[in-house]
């Protein structure tokens, strides 16, 4: 084998220029990707070994691929070592002091810890706050994070939040592999800040000029041919790790230039792949017995770890067998315990195997490799049963730790060939994760099992039926249902567990995945297959009674629900009972009952058993949605803080990520909409394996493009909230998508779609017969049957709604009346009636409160005045468009702003935030934000109601107070 020297940086000069720019310019935020192998670690090293001298601190964490349920852990990792760069603990912020119990290094350096929270999302939103105060503290500082690719949930909200806001001496350095994944590590949601460096540094594999200076570096030689480096390349695919790997595998006395033959010889017999284990071979030959023996039981543990786990897995050079004694059961095998030179020998191999470069040492005295290439190579390279033995002790010497890590435990189990002991960790392993609540651990652990094909069969039907449960409490659904689906193919269940299966599956589908047409034919299988269960029946039948789903009316979700309720009054069963009195307050609420609150009085939110909170916590969760639906706001905050609450606390995952997305819609409604585009997309982003059930986000996106003229957008987004299939989707989310819909219709002057759409939206709703839903649908339904002519259909239309909403407790639809009205009348000669109508409707809309809904009220009384000659339409025309600008709502208030330039009343624009000599006023960053979008001057002109003339003045000024040449370069205003 070779002696080379250090692997130089090669080919990664921009690269480097950009990353130590960034990095020098806080805040920063700084992604560097790649595939495995391909130089991101050793770039960020070179970068930071280049930074211009000063106090800056260097904090590193790493993610792992074997990981504990421990969130936020690679940054509390970097955080460890800070404790001689704080000032003293009354100077810090006092709420680094929740931090004291995740830091206990540094609990004597922060302020004392603050009382606890009662909510576990505002606790953690603490946590987040103290971070980054800690982090401020220290600045300026590098913050670097490896292996993104491989970060937990917990550990990515917390670098959104750090990256969203970041500390302003605060670099932020990832590395992270993309693996053919499209959306960014960090989210697609992630906006880059205006006053913070976004730098994405992109690695590509070195080309043939790349490969030869490598090489040429590592072997000191100037005279590679140009075949030596064209199979070289060929044999690395450019992978500077496979390159590095394999010269150092190369023979020590290497051919002269003088025969390029033979170095083209001696690259094919190092035989690297492609190469990689052989060169790793050539490696390992070349090291003391004591050495690789520690490099192996490296390999066999996969992740960096201390001096006496390695020596233990290494296994005792004078023991006369590495394999466990025959007698011993593996699970149960203890650590050999050496002589008294052992431990020497073991410090001695394990030093050694450093100095050859082929363990490195990491943060907090660990030891691994540096790729994880290269600890697969030396892994497969091991023989069978040298590697079980090593597996045998790992599983010993881990179990005996303070806090056994159960997933690592059942890894070892797994290739030590113990199945007893694999299944009990890995079972165990699966319900901690669950009770912290991490289902997504407990999730990936069990579908891991599932798809061992040596997994015995008499355990699958436990851990499919475990699977089927987690998953239904769950985010992450794709896999599962082709697991469940592959496994329900299958003869191995038992008819009652197959039936809990397919009913978990159907559950599953309905709900996370967001596909009633799928979900809600396989629960109707399971009931069949559950009649000797009747309380799981029960399950099955209150979840079909939800009326929120499927095409069924209201009359046969109420029958379903009186079966459940029959059956689970048979039952001693509290958590099927929570689960049944769940589904009927949720029933109650979404039908504008006015017994709905005695129902939810009766959950029993402070059960101590957690499956029974878990189903209150759904309870909570959809009795939010519901109450924000009917337009009781007030009520629906206070299910959202005991949903939030108990959520957390009994790790459902599904209804927290409802209860947020159902959050935005209410914040929509209510008019809290500063922000809310850039919340929705963010919520949006972690729904990636879950878009259907994020359809009220995609509602509010709609809504919001619909109010500043992105009509595209507009109808994109309303199409995923549910029309693109409205059969199949959340009948009150589609139906609110309708009526945004037919708005758009009449807004773009195409009458006849807008009614045809009414036409269809109204069918459903009047086929379901929850004629609460209809708030946001039937006055626009009115007005577009009114302007096609058909003012019958529109009259018939109110009176059927006003009869369905009767004696239903829904402000939302009592004050939709009024508006529907007010649109019938105005439509008519009764002006003067849509007046008054349009009036009431108003100021029932702003006690809800519903502002933008209040605003359109108030345009439709003003345009009632204005007909009748009524001198003040032009004061509440101006109101109505004061109220659409503070909302944002450009579009709107600009229609109101023509009606009153054309009556010959000044409106002068409000001013924006700051202004200064180059600053957009209101109406060009208005024009800057259509222009980014790709809009023409016409179309410009179209949604802002200017002439093109002033449109063309407008984008002239924006590209002169930008310091742009191109509409091209104009970017959405901030």
Request: with cysteine; proline share 7%; net charge neutral.
């Amino acid at each position: 084998m070779s002696i080379v020297p250090p692997p130089p940086l090669v080919g990664r000069a921009t690269e480097l220029r950009a990353l130590i720019d960034a990095v020098t310019r806080p805040p920063a935020v700084v992604l560097v990707e790649g595939e495995a192998g391909i130089g991101k670690t050793r770039l960020v090293r070179a970068a930071l070994d280049r930074l211009p001298s000063g106090d800056r601190a260097v904090l590193l964490g790493y993610c792992h691929q074997i990981r504990e349920p421990f969130p936020y852990g690679p940054v509390f990792e970097a955080l460890r070592d800070i404790r001689g760069r704080l000032p003293a603990a009354h100077r810090l912020n006092p709420v680094t002091g929740a931090l004291r119990a995740h830091l206990p290094e540094l609990a004597g350096a922060l302020p004392p810890s603050p009382q606890p929270l009662d909510d576990p999302r505002a606790e953690r939103h603490r946590v987040f706050r103290a971070i980054r105060a800690l982090l401020a503290a220290v600045g300026p500082a590098v913050l670097v994070v490896e292996d993104l690719h491989w970060a937990d949930d917990g550990t990515l909200d917390l670098l959104r939040f750090l990256t969203g806001q970041p500390p302003q001496g605060l670099a932020v350095v990832a590395t992270c592999r993309r693996d053919g994944v499209a959306s960014p590590p960090l989210g697609r949601a992630y906006r880059h800040q205006p006053d913070t460096a976004n730098v994405v540094v992109r690695l590509a594999p070195l080309d043939a000029s790349g490969v030869a200076s490598l090489a040429g570096a590592l072997l000191e030689r100037s005279d590679l041919s140009p075949g030596f480096v064209a199979r070289l390349h060929e044999r690395t695919a450019g992978i500077p790790f496979v390159v590095e790997e394999l010269v150092r595998s190369l023979p020590a006395s290497l051919p002269g230039a003088d025969d390029p033959d033979a170095l083209d010889r001696a690259v094919d017999r190092a035989g690297v792949p492609l190469l990689l284990r052989e060169a790793m071979a050539e490696r390992m030959a070349g090291l003391s017995p004591d050495a690789a023996r520690a490099v192996r039981a490296a390999a066999v543990l996969r992740l960096p770890a201390g001096e006496q786990l390695i020596t233990v897995v290494g296994g005792d050079p004078a023991a006369p067998s590495h394999a466990a004694p025959s007698h011993a059961a593996p699970g149960h095998a203890a650590p050999g315990h050496a002589g008294p030179g052992h431990a020497g020998l073991g410090s001695a191999g394990l030093a050694e195997a450093l100095r050859a470069g082929v363990l490195h040492e990491h943060p907090g005295g660990r030891y691994g490799f540096r790729h994880a290439l290269a600890q697969q190579a030396v892994y497969a390279a091991i023989p069978g049963p040298e590697r079980r033995s090593a597996h045998v002790r790992a599983m010993a010497a881990l179990a005996t730790t303070e806090a056994p890590p159960l997933v690592q435990l059942a890894f070892h189990a797994r290739q030590a060939g113990d199945t007893d002991c694999w299944v009990r960790h890995g079972t165990s392993a699966a319900q901690q994760a669950a009770a912290l609540g991490d289902t997504a651990l407990a999730v990936e652990v069990v579908e891991g099992m599932l798809d061992d094909p040596d997994l015995p069969a008499r355990d699958r039907g436990p851990l499919v039926l475990m699977l089927s449960r987690f998953a239904a409490t769950g985010l992450s659904h794709q896999r599962v249902v082709r697991l469940l689906r592959q496994v329900l193919r299958g003869d191995f269940l038992s008819r009652d567990v197959r039936g809990e299966v397919r009913l978990n599956l159907g559950v599953v589908l309905s709900n996370q995945a967001g596909d009633a047409a799928a979900g809600r034919p396989e629960i109707m299988a399971a009931l069949a297959e559950l009649n000797d269960r009747p309380t799981l029946a029960a399950r099955g039948w209150a979840s079909m009674a939800m009326p929120e789903w499927g095409p069924e009316s209201l009359a046969e979700h109420a029958e379903w629900m009186a079966r459940a309720e029959a059956l689970v009054a048979t039952a001693d069963n509290p958590e099927l009972s929570a689960a049944v009195l769940a589904n009927r307050a949720s029933f109650e609420m979404t039908t504008g009952s006015p017994g709905a609150f005695d129902v939810a009085a009766r959950l029993p939110a402070e059960d101590p058993r957690a499956g029974v909170r878990r189903e209150v916590a759904r309870a909570y969760c959809n009795l939010h949605d519901s109450a924000t639906t009917v337009g009781l706001y007030a009520a629906a905050e206070r299910f959202a803080r005991e949903g939030r609450r108990l959520a957390l606390e009994t790790g459902a995952q599904y209804p927290a990520f409802l209860l947020d997305a159902s959050a935005i819609r209410r914040e929509w409604l209510t008019g809290r909409w500063d922000g809310l585009r850039d919340r929705a997309a963010s919520l949006g982003e972690s729904a990636t394996e879950t878009p259907l059930i994020a359809v009220d986000l995609w509602l509010v996106l709609g809504l919001l493009a619909l109010a500043t003229g992105e009509w595209e957008e507009a109808v994109r987004q309303f199409h995923r909230a549910g029309l693109d299939a409205p059969e199949a989707r959340n009948a009150p989310v589609v139906t609110a998508a309708a009526g945004g819909l037919v708005d758009l219709h009449l807004a773009r002057g195409a009458v006849d779609e807008a009614a045809a759409e009414a036409e269809r939206a109204v069918a459903r709703l009047r086929r379901k017969g929850v004629w609460v839903w209809g708030a946001s649908l039937v006055p626009s339904a009115v007005v577009a049957f009114a302007r096609a002519g058909r003012m019958g259909t529109a009259a018939e239309l109110v009176d059927e709604y006003a009869a369905g909403i009767a004696g239903r407790v829904a402000p939302a639809a009592h004050a939709a009346l009024d508006a529907a009205r007010g649109a019938l009348a105005a439509a008519g000669p009764g002006l003067a009636d849509a007046a008054a109508f349009f009036a009431r409707a108003r100021e029932a809309y702003a006690a809800l409160p519903q502002p933008y809904a209040a605003a359109r009220s108030a345009e439709g009384e003003a345009r009632s005045r204005l007909a009748l000659g009524d001198g003040a339409a032009a004061v509440v025309y101006r109101e109505a468009a004061e109220s659409y600008g503070r909302l944002g709502a450009t579009h709107d208030a600009a229609r109101c702003r023509r009606v009153l330039r054309d009556i010959g009343v000044d409106v002068p624009l409000p001013r924006g935030g700051r202004r200064g000599a180059g600053a957009l006023s209101q109406r060009e960053r208005e024009v800057a934000r259509l222009v980014a979008l790709g809009r023409t001057n016409r179309e410009i002109a179209d949604v802002l109601f200017l002439s093109t003339r002033t449109v063309e003045t407008h984008v002239a000024t924006v590209l002169r107070k930008l310091g742009v040449r191109s509409r091209t370069q104009i970017a959405p205003p901030a």
